[in-house]
């Protein structure tokens, strides 16, 4: 290693910088380097001193990053204090958070951007879990909001969801610890043979009583968004409809109360689904229209196009198959908008068009989708 050359000990912040990086697998941006806020001095000529020692390189997309090799032996023999850590650890998860703004104030770039950012984001959280350098609640949530980004791109779930149980454990938390438990209900389709404790229902819902002193109208808000994944996860879970109501029933009615038009619109687009599910198409196909409403009224992009999903299915079952492909068309233009076009829930309307074109006989053309779900999915596995 060129560790001791004189160009590495002519500017001592060179030292820390590769350091740093060791823990990126994927590179940085010049952008994200120089938003970091690291705590090296002359960091352009600590830069350019790694690049001729050869301990850093620009790859194609113009990121800075280590070879394998490098990384390793840095994080094995100097590994990053955590005063280098905690300010890549801060930006990068402010990064990750237009994850949250983005669904309702659409823009293309925030997706290809934490997307290029999912390794040092996994690395760095987890450095952050295994230093216990934050409370468990801020891990706790940390670790939900990319595995919500993960979930909703068609990546799966994250490895570090394997430390949430001992986070859970720690947590004093009420509110992370409702969040936490909401989440669990939420991704347990993308589980095998994994069965939910008999009584987190009910102690999801004691978290949140608990919590409700302290934060008020947000918590309640919170409350309507676990009524609705209670209400997708018995219907498409337990296949219960009835419970699934109920908790429509009760999302609506709390949401309403509090003018939260994003809960009210998922109690209506889950009203839609149940609807659909027992037949009754006609009436889910008003549910779905009413919750697109919703969500256009608070200008959230993503939700409308999951609504326009339910509406899609509705339609579908009264056989208006000219008006799907219409939907279908509508709605990945709006997946377009939120740079959600490689999307799982891009893929399931895709399908549907393929459906639709299969039906009417026109086989080619139902061949290419299907080609489409097929690559964008071995995209999405490899990245």
Same mark, same amino acid.
């Given at each position: 290693?060129?560790?001791?050359?004189?160009?590495?000990?002519?500017?001592?912040?060179?030292?820390?910088?590769?350091?740093?990086?060791?823990?990126?697998?994927?590179?940085?941006?010049?952008?994200?380097?120089?938003?970091?806020?690291?705590?090296?001095?002359?960091?352009?000529?600590?830069?350019?001193?790694?690049?001729?020692?050869?301990?850093?390189?620009?790859?194609?997309?113009?990121?800075?990053?280590?070879?394998?090799?490098?990384?390793?032996?840095?994080?094995?023999?100097?590994?990053?204090?955590?005063?280098?850590?905690?300010?890549? %650890?801060?930006?990068?998860?402010?990064?990750?958070?237009?994850?949250?703004?983005?669904?309702?104030?659409? %823009?293309?770039?925030?997706?290809?951007?934490?997307?290029?950012?999912?390794?040092?984001?996994?690395?760095?959280?987890?450095?952050?879990?295994?230093?216990?350098?934050?409370?468990?609640?801020?891990?706790?949530?940390?670790?939900?909001?990319?595995?919500?980004?993960?979930?909703? %791109?068609?990546?799966?779930?994250?490895?570090?969801?394997? +430390?949430?149980?001992?986070?859970?454990?720690?947590?004093?938390?009420?509110?992370?610890?409702?969040? $936490?438990?909401?989440?669990?209900?939420?991704?347990?389709?993308?589980?095998?043979?994994?069965?939910?404790?008999?009584?987190?229902?009910?102690?999801?819902?004691?978290?949140?009583?608990?919590?409700?002193?302290?934060?008020?109208?947000?918590?309640?808000?919170?409350?309507?968004?676990?009524?609705?994944?209670?209400?997708? $996860?018995?219907?498409?879970?337990?296949?219960?409809?009835?419970?699934?109501?109920?908790?429509?029933?009760?999302?609506?009615?709390?949401?309403?109360?509090?003018?939260?038009?994003?809960?009210?619109?998922?109690?209506?687009? +889950?009203?839609?689904?149940? #609807?659909?599910?027992?037949?009754?198409?006609?009436?889910?196909?008003?549910?779905?229209?009413?919750?697109?409403?919703?969500?256009?009224?608070?200008?959230?992009?993503?939700?409308?196009?999951?609504?326009?999903?339910?509406?899609? $299915?509705?339609?579908?079952?009264?056989?208006?198959?000219?008006?799907?492909?219409?939907?279908?068309?509508?709605?990945?233009?709006?997946?377009?908008?939120?740079?959600?076009?490689?999307?799982?829930?891009?893929?399931?309307?895709?399908?549907?068009?393929?459906?639709?074109?299969?039906?009417? %006989?026109? #086989?080619?053309?139902?061949?290419?989708?299907?080609?489409?779900?097929?690559?964008?999915?071995?995209?999405?596995?490899?990245?």
């Amino acid at each position: 290693m060129s560790l001791s050359s004189p160009r590495m000990t002519m500017f001592p912040g060179a030292k820390m910088l590769i350091q740093a990086i060791s823990l990126l697998p994927d590179g940085i941006s010049e952008a994200d380097l120089m938003q970091c806020r690291l705590p090296i001095a002359n960091l352009d000529q600590c830069k350019l001193a790694l690049l001729r020692t050869s301990l850093a390189y620009s790859d194609r997309d113009k990121r800075f990053k280590a070879l394998t090799p490098v990384r390793e032996y840095i994080r094995a023999v100097h590994p990053p204090e955590a005063e280098l850590v905690r300010p890549l %650890t801060t930006h990068l998860y402010e990064v990750l958070m237009l994850w949250k703004s983005f669904r309702q104030i659409p %823009t293309l770039e925030s997706v290809p951007r934490i997307a290029a950012n999912l390794g040092n984001l996994q690395n760095v959280l987890l450095w952050s879990i295994e230093q216990d350098e934050e409370d468990a609640a801020w891990q706790i949530r940390r670790v939900l909001t990319l595995d919500s980004f993960l979930r909703a %791109t068609g990546r799966g779930l994250s490895p570090l969801r394997a +430390h949430l149980p001992r986070l859970f454990e720690n947590c004093q938390d009420h509110q992370a610890r409702a969040e $936490y438990i909401a989440a669990a209900f939420e991704s347990q389709h993308l589980y095998e043979n994994r069965v939910l404790a008999d009584d987190w229902e009910s102690q999801g819902i004691q978290e949140f009583k608990l919590a409700n002193d302290r934060v008020g109208e947000v918590l309640d808000n919170l409350k309507v968004q676990f009524y609705n994944v209670l209400a997708a $996860y018995y219907l498409y879970n337990n296949g219960n409809p009835a419970t699934s109501e109920k908790y429509c029933e009760l999302a609506l009615a709390l949401s309403t109360e509090n003018h939260d038009v994003t809960g009210k619109g998922k109690a209506l687009m +889950h009203f839609s689904e149940v #609807y659909e599910y027992r037949g009754n198409a006609r009436l889910g196909r008003n549910y779905a229209r009413q919750a697109r409403q919703a969500f256009i009224q608070n200008g959230y992009l993503l939700a409308q196009a999951h609504a326009m999903k339910a509406e899609i $299915y509705s339609v579908f079952v009264l056989g208006n198959f000219e008006y799907v492909l219409t939907l279908c068309a509508e709605t990945k233009s709006v997946l377009a908008v939120c740079g959600m076009h490689t999307s799982e829930l891009h893929s399931s309307i895709t399908s549907a068009e393929a459906q639709i074109h299969l039906l009417k %006989t026109e #086989y080619q053309t139902a061949r290419v989708l299907q080609m489409d779900i097929l690559a964008q999915t071995l995209h999405s596995e490899r990245s």
